[in-house]
């Protein structure tokens, strides 16, 4: 997630706004920016080599990188209203989701009556806010949160395709949300989400741009948070 902070390093310098989406290469926990509560299992787990442990430089809490597809988007919103400004910038998901005959709207409740009280305090999809898009009967498919500079915005997301129901279990003591399949395979499924992001972000311009040797060693450079 360096690469995350250093977009948000790049938009702050006055640099274009970035969209990120990416996968994981092996299962890795996710914590909040000032998540101070840490299950004592999940060392435990890091140290049997079952998931990798990073801190996140976003809000919210425990975020379990596997079966998912994670977006980041540094961007700098019209709007300082922390509420408005997580509706403009996930309207590019709720776009994808309705085309596909899925509606997300957001959250405000309790995402499942299967989640415990552990998860309630540790696991990031155990409840749904109004930061977060649920389905029509509650359950969350996508979680963020954000980190302000000024007005510089970097929003974090974690959208859910097949969480790994032992590893989660293992995780948060529970079974992941019971979700309905998504009519995409993983190239669809990024193809609808740029579409989308394409229109609602940037009135239908995306440029593709790799990261340069030298911006790899920035971003190699950069401290732990």
Same mark, same amino acid.
């Given at each position: 997630?360096?690469?995350?902070?250093?977009?948000l390093?790049?938009?702050?310098?006055g640099?274009?706004?970035? +969209?990120?989406l990416?996968?994981?290469? !092996? *299962? @890795?926990?996710?914590?909040?920016?000032?998540?101070? &509560?840490?299950?004592? =299992? /999940?060392?435990?787990?890091?140290?049997?080599?079952?998931?990798?442990?990073?801190?996140?430089?976003?809000?919210?809490?425990?975020v379990?990188?596997?079966?998912? +597809?994670?977006?980041a988007?540094?961007? !700098? *919103? @019209?709007?300082a209203?922390?509420?408005?400004a997580? &509706?403009?910038?996930? =309207? /590019?998901?709720?776009d994808?989701?309705?085309?596909?005959?899925?509606p997300?709207?957001?959250g405000?409740?309790?995402?499942?009556s299967s989640?415990?009280?552990?998860?309630q305090?540790?696991?990031?999809?155990?409840?749904?806010t109004?930061?977060?898009?649920?389905?029509?009967?509650?359950?969350k498919?996508?979680?963020?949160?954000?980190?302000?500079?000024?007005?510089?915005?970097?929003?974090?997301?974690?959208?859910?395709?097949?969480?790994?129901?032992?590893?989660?279990?293992?995780?948060?003591?529970?079974?992941?949300?019971?979700?309905?399949?998504?009519?995409?395979?993983?190239?669809?499924?990024?193809?609808?989400?740029r579409?989308?992001?394409?229109?609602a972000?940037?009135?239908g311009?995306?440029?593709?741009?790799?990261?340069?040797?030298?911006?790899?060693?920035q971003?190699?450079?950069?401290?732990p948070?």
């Amino acid at each position: 997630m360096a690469i995350d902070r250093w977009m948000l390093d790049q938009l702050e310098a006055g640099g274009s706004p970035c +969209l990120r989406l990416y996968r994981w290469s !092996r *299962p @890795t926990l996710s914590l909040g920016r000032h998540q101070r &509560r840490l299950e004592p =299992h /999940w060392q435990a787990l890091a140290e049997q080599g079952l998931l990798e442990l990073v801190r996140r430089p976003s809000g919210g809490r425990a975020v379990l990188h596997a079966g998912e +597809l994670t977006y980041a988007l540094a961007c !700098r *919103p @019209t709007s300082a209203n922390r509420a408005q400004a997580y &509706r403009v910038c996930c =309207h /590019w998901l709720q776009d994808a989701f309705a085309r596909a005959g899925l509606p997300l709207a957001f959250g405000g409740g309790a995402a499942g009556s299967s989640f415990g009280e552990a998860q309630q305090r540790s696991s990031c999809f155990a409840t749904a806010t109004a930061a977060d898009l649920v389905h029509s009967d509650g359950t969350k498919r996508i979680g963020s949160a954000q980190l302000w500079r000024g007005p510089h915005l970097l929003q974090h997301g974690s959208l859910l395709l097949t969480p790994p129901a032992p590893l989660w279990q293992s995780v948060f003591g529970g079974a992941p949300p019971a979700l309905a399949p998504l009519p995409w395979d993983s190239c669809a499924l990024e193809q609808a989400l740029r579409h989308s992001a394409e229109q609602a972000l940037c009135d239908g311009g995306l440029v593709e741009q790799p990261l340069s040797p030298e911006e790899c060693q920035q971003i190699e450079r950069m401290a732990p948070l």
